[in-house]
């Protein structure tokens, strides 16, 4: 392995054995820390976003997208929440007249807010062991798309997009993150709900990907490799959570409305 391939990867794993402890230490610990970790992870986005997209009033911007987060995190209801984007929305189309990425400083509203926000309604709505799975497998993507994606190589799965993103990758990280649904379905005794678990994290693990081509499509519209350099070996808070913020909507309805419903 290069140099600069074994330090990069040494990196990655020095910054994972402490900051995945420390999230599923505060989603154990619950009220108010989980809800202090997820602010502050998401005011670190709002940072990057009004970093990354360029425009005449960055502070604004900053100031903006963690207003609304912060409405996210804690109203009890996201139908109020709602209404609070809706009016940010407004002010944030209108304060964007004039800059050349204006769909890109509106749609920070809702991507953080909804993105971030969706993670604390799914926990406030089931709880430590049901946001620990979803995590393991946004988490499996990660590494299993790496580990998978580095040695197998392969066919590009989107080469005008991510060149480094393999078919090969893809499937490593599906089979992981099936890996990792498996062993939280064992570890709670939901062995009798086994495939359904596992199936459901298969789409999930897709949908995680595809937030991952979402951001990386972004970041080359702007010129640039990483959201920021705040994670040694990882880039910046957006590199890390891309598919986790963009799946969390989908798995918080599911589980809210749809499985409800079953």
């Not at 995945?20 to 976003?49: D, R």
């Not at 970041?219 to 040694?232: A, F, Q, T, V, Y």
Request: charged letters at 10%; hydrophobic letters at 55%; proline letters at 3%.
């Amino acid at each position: 392995m290069e140099k600069s391939k074994l330090n990069s990867c040494i990196k990655r794993i020095v910054t994972a054995v402490i900051l995945i402890p420390l999230t599923i230490g505060c989603l154990y610990a619950g009220y108010p820390f989980v809800q202090a970790f997820t602010m502050l992870t998401g005011t670190l986005l709002a940072w990057e976003w009004a970093r990354m997209v360029p425009s005449a009033r960055g502070a604004f911007w900053g100031i903006l997208y963690t207003f609304v987060l912060a409405f996210a995190v804690m109203l009890g209801s996201w139908i109020a929440y709602f209404g609070v984007l809706a009016g940010a929305l407004v002010l944030a189309w209108f304060k964007a007249s004039g800059e050349t990425r204006r769909n890109l400083l509106v749609l920070g509203v809702p991507y953080i807010s909804i993105g971030v926000g969706s993670i604390l309604w799914l926990y406030e709505l089931a709880g430590f062991s049901l946001v620990l799975w979803f995590l393991l497998i946004v988490w499996g993507v990660d590494i299993g798309g790496y580990v998978v994606g580095c040695t197998l190589k392969g066919p590009k799965l989107a080469p005008k997009i991510s060149p480094n993103k393999t078919w090969s990758g893809l499937i490593g990280g599906v089979l992981f993150s099936v890996l990792a649904s498996t062993a939280v379905c064992w570890y709670v005794g939901a062995q009798n709900h086994l495939l359904f678990y596992n199936v459901l994290a298969a789409g999930i693990a897709v949908i995680a990907q595809i937030g991952d081509l979402v951001e990386s499509k972004i970041k080359r519209s702007l010129n640039m490799k990483d959201s920021s350099d705040l994670i040694p070996g990882h880039g910046g808070v957006f590199d890390r959570i891309d598919g986790l913020i963009f799946s969390a909507p989908f798995v918080y309805v599911m589980f809210r409305y749809v499985l409800f419903l079953i």
